[in-house]
T-cell receptor, first 114, second 114 residues
Framework: GDSVTQMEGPVTLSEEAFLTINCTYT??????LFWYVQYPGEGLQLLLKATKADDKGSNKGFEATYRKETTSFHLEKGSVQVSDSAVYFC?????????????FGSGTRLQVQP | GAGVSQSPSNKVTEKGKDVELRCDPISGHTALYWYRQSLGQGLEFLIY????????KSGLPSDRFSAERTGGSVSTLTIQRTQQEDSAVYLCASSYARDIYEQYFGPGTRLTVT
């Protein structure tokens, strides 16, 4: 079945450091890919998405590119802030099969220190 | 506008009792999803509604779990004869039928089975 693998956390960075959180997926066909973020005490929010190969999703300074050849969707940000501290989830859905449920990775906790 | 709301926010119950969890989706969202988030299993899909029907129930872990949706709006997830392994945060999400990519999540119900 479909699956998503993320790097384990926590990831601890200093403010203004470069961030990469790795995400790879296993799925046949053409999944849509997402990054969701869960800030402390808040619900899950969609951060960015990409629906086909080579698409780049971006939001709030975060970017991720859908790489079909490496089945990856790594999250990057050039300069993190303390306010980016949260848990980040990579996810996929199979719109091509009509299955709309999200399959999530295990989540990566990011801690940004001032 | 109002987001997805869930009640109760916390529920503590004794093993063997039945519980009902409620989800109120964003007005106009015809699609509704239930997930659960637990330490051991991460974020798992449970069931998906389109209107009042549930075309995908594949994530319900046992026949103790059921869900219904009435009037194309509020949904109730019922767990009968609760077990300790049912302890988790139960998340509800909703989306427009035409915007199939973005699911909006509620704050969750934390269920503790003692």
């Amino acid at each position: 079945g479909d699956s998503v693998t993320q790097m384990e956390g926590p990831v601890t960075l200093s403010e203004e450091a470069f961030l990469t959180i790795n995400c790879t997926y296993t799925a046949t066909g053409y999944p849509s890919l997402f990054w969701y973020v869960q800030y402390p005490g808040e619900g899950l929010q969609l951060l960015l998405k990409a629906t086909k190969a080579d698409d780049k999703g971006s939001n709030k300074g975060f970017e991720a590119t859908y790489r079909k050849e490496t089945t990856s969707f790594h999250l990057e940000k050039g300069s993190v802030q303390v306010s980016d501290s949260a848990v980040y989830f990579c996810a996929l859905s199979r719109m091509d099969t009509g299955r709309r449920a999200l399959t999530f990775g295990s989540g990566t906790r990011l801690q940004v220190q001032p | 506008g109002a987001g997805v709301s869930q009640s109760p926010s916390n529920k503590v119950t004794e093993k063997g009792k039945d519980v009902e969890l409620r989800c109120d989706p964003i007005s106009g969202h015809t699609a509704l999803y239930w997930y659960r988030q637990s330490l051991g299993q991460g974020l798992e899909f449970l069931i998906y509604f389109q209107g009042n029907s549930a075309p995908d129930k594949s994530g319900l872990p046992s026949d103790r779990f059921s869900a219904e949706r009435t009037g194309g709006s509020v949904s109730t997830l019922t767990i009968q004869r609760t077990q300790q392994e049912d302890s988790a945060v139960y998340l509800c999400a909703s989306s427009y039928a035409r915007d199939i990519y973005e699911q909006y999540f509620g704050p969750g119900t934390r269920l503790t089975v003692t």
